[in-house]
């Protein structure tokens, strides 16, 4: 019997429209550009500044379009998870608030939260359904508003997140040189201490104190999360080529999570790979967590061939952190 595996088969993305600049920041709190192109190499970053708007606002167009790129029948979708960290609500799951918006009746979803690697695990999740033969056609969805938990009074923190979506049509292949091939996920609780939101949950309950203490927003500890990203991300990377013999010159791209360009840059010296087969774009869109990862593949899309073999790697609050190796399932079209 072939093994079945799971295959991108489509990917679209929506972004806002609003473009938040370096030199607006800079008269929001005492910044610079020169200091940020710096520290994290974000330039620009896009804002959901609409009302009343929130993440299912965005998965929901890049779930529109990814339908009609593959021609697909909201009615054929049998699976719809959406990775987040800022859902539209505490419940029920954005996957099902994107679901009604899009038409989509007949498939179960769910949210799934790893930080900035919601999206690789849930590639990993995604793919599991797929393999198991039942599931044809999967979407997975990576959307975040960080502009709804930024603290534009904190000049640490707030220019480093950005808004957007993404979303990928997940199918069964029997092509050996296709699909989703291996992964490898981690995740160890003593990195809660560094990254987190103090406020909001059940622990911590929001009351007029925590509203009033700004404890609903991103907590960073910069330098121990710097610190642990640039290992942990290099080290799985760089596991991941080992085990399927992967070189420089046979790895096709690195598509990194996009929180710091000096971690990217590390990761890719540690893999010796040439910047150009590193996806890059947080100079335009700075870190939308769950998003990073589709917005590169979606960016890149036009030069992706059949075949090319691809590593995805990320490192999230909690800490959490993984690579995924698949070999890409179409050519441009």
């Not at 679901?99 to 930080?115: H, R, S, T």
């Amino acid at each position: 019997m072939e093994k079945i595996r799971a295959a991108i088969t489509g990917i679209a993305a929506f972004l806002p429209d609003y473009i938040l600049t370096n030199e607006e920041i800079s008269r929001m709190v005492d910044t610079s550009d020169e200091w940020i192109m710096t520290r994290v190499g974000i330039k620009t970053r896009r804002i959901l500044r609409e009302p009343g708007k929130g993440t299912s606002d965005m998965g929901a167009p890049a779930v529109e379009e990814l339908l009609r790129k593959t021609n697909t029948h909201p009615d054929e979708v049998d699976l719809i998870i959406c990775s987040t960290v800022t859902p539209d609500h505490p419940f029920p799951a954005t996957a099902n608030i994107i679901a009604d918006k899009v038409g989509i009746k007949k498939a179960f979803g769910f949210d799934l939260n790893a930080a900035c690697s919601s999206f690789l695990y849930g590639l990993s999740v995604a793919s599991k359904f797929v393999e198991s033969g039942r599931y044809k056609k999967v979407v997975l969805v990576g959307a975040d508003k960080m502009s709804s938990i930024t603290d534009y009074t904190d000049r640490t923190t707030c220019p480093l997140f950005g808004d957007a979506a993404g979303a990928v049509m997940l199918e069964p292949t029997t092509d050996p040189n296709a699909g989703v091939i291996d992964e490898i996920l981690h995740s160890d609780g003593y990195g809660r201490v560094h990254l987190h939101q103090k406020a909001g949950g059940s622990v911590k309950p929001a009351s007029h104190q925590t509203v009033e203490a700004r404890e609903h927003f991103i907590y960073q500890e910069g330098q121990a999360v710097f610190k642990a990203a640039v290992a942990a991300m290099a080290d799985v990377a760089v596991e991941m080529m080992h085990r399927h013999q992967l070189t420089p010159e046979t790895l096709a791209w690195l598509v990194p999570h996009q929180a710091n360009n000096r971690i990217i840059e590390a990761v890719a010296r540690r893999m010796e790979l040439p910047r150009e087969k590193v996806m890059i774009n947080i100079e335009k869109y700075g870190n939308t967590t769950s998003a990073t990862l589709p917005l590169c593949l979606w960016e890149w899309e036009p030069k992706l061939k059949k075949g090319d073999n691809i590593i995805l790697a990320t490192f999230g609050a909690g800490f959490t952190w993984g690579s995924l190796y698949l070999k890409w399932a179409y050519d441009p079209k």
